[in-house]
T-cell receptor, first 112, second 115 residues
Framework: GEDVEQSLFLSVREGDSSVINCTYT??????LYWYKQEPGAGLQLLTY?????DMKQDQRLTVLLNKKDKHLSLRIADTQTGDSAIYFC????????????FGAGTRLAVHP | DTEVTQTPKHLVMGMTNKKSLKCEQH?????MYWYKQKAKKPPELMFV???????INESVPSRFSPECPNSSLLNLHLHALQPEDSALYLC??????????????FGPGTRLTVL
């Protein structure tokens, strides 16, 4: 079955880089997503990557995909206090309808 | 514009009340979704509407009743809820159809408390 796993917590110093990791099981997933959720808010789409890509960069965000190991990472450069949030990795279920399979979410805490 | 709006922002209801959650998008998307999110958990899919027809019901209890009056609106009617139904209810929309990415865009959610 499909499953997405993430580490639950990451603490970084302001100005450092943050790397949030994710593993998934569905090798036929075509798209993988990163969403950000601030306290009490909805999910904000950060970026996504197509499964035939290895890397995607968007300003301070870099997504790396290792399809062989089914490993996805999100790197945030120059992490700021405003980046403190929960980050969800998600894969698109390949079973015929558009269902996102979410990881448990990684809480990123940025300290001075 | 990738905005999905939801009303109300907060809702408190008793177990005998009937209430409705509303969701709206004007991106021309043809797929709309309801998710339930409990504290410290990821969102869980409840319903999917595709081209205004219910295409997925993830075994949701009948006290939750979705409705899609038109391609821009999605409602969730609530009746006889239980305290364990208290959660953040998220609406999302996507382009719909097949082929290419079908990225889902989420609204801010309705925080529901059932007393």
């Amino acid at each position: 079955g499909e499953d997405v796993e993430q580490s639950l917590f990451l603490s970084v110093r302001e100005g450092d880089s943050s790397v949030i990791n994710c593993t998934y099981t569905d090798s036929s997933s075509t798209y993988l997503y990163w969403y950000k959720q601030e306290p009490g808010a909805g999910l904000q789409l950060l970026t996504y990557i197509f499964s035939n890509m290895d890397m995607k960069q968007d300003q301070r965000l870099t997504v790396l995909l290792n399809k062989k190991d089914k490993h996805l990472s999100l790197r945030i450069a120059d992490t700021q206090t405003g980046d403190s949030a929960i980050y969800f990795c998600a894969e698109m279920f390949s079973g015929g309808y558009n269902k996102l399979i979410f990881g448990a979410g990684t809480r990123l805490a940025v300290h001075p | 514009d990738t905005e999905v709006t939801q009303t109300p922002k907060h809702l408190v209801m008793g177990m005998t009340n009937k209430k409705s959650l509303k969701c709206e998008q004007h991106m021309g998307h043809r797929a709309m979704y309801w998710y339930k999110q409990k504290a410290k958990k990821p969102p869980e899919l409840m319903f999917v509407y595709s081209y205004e027809k219910l295409s997925i019901n993830e075994s949701v209890p009948s006290r939750f009743s979705p409705e899609c009056p038109n391609s821009s609106l999605l409602n969730l009617h609530l009746h006889a809820l239980q305290p364990e139904d208290s959660a953040l209810y998220l609406c999302a929309s996507s382009r719909g159809g097949s082929g290419g990415t079908d990225t889902q865009y989420f609204g801010p959610g309705t925080r529901l408390t059932v007393l």
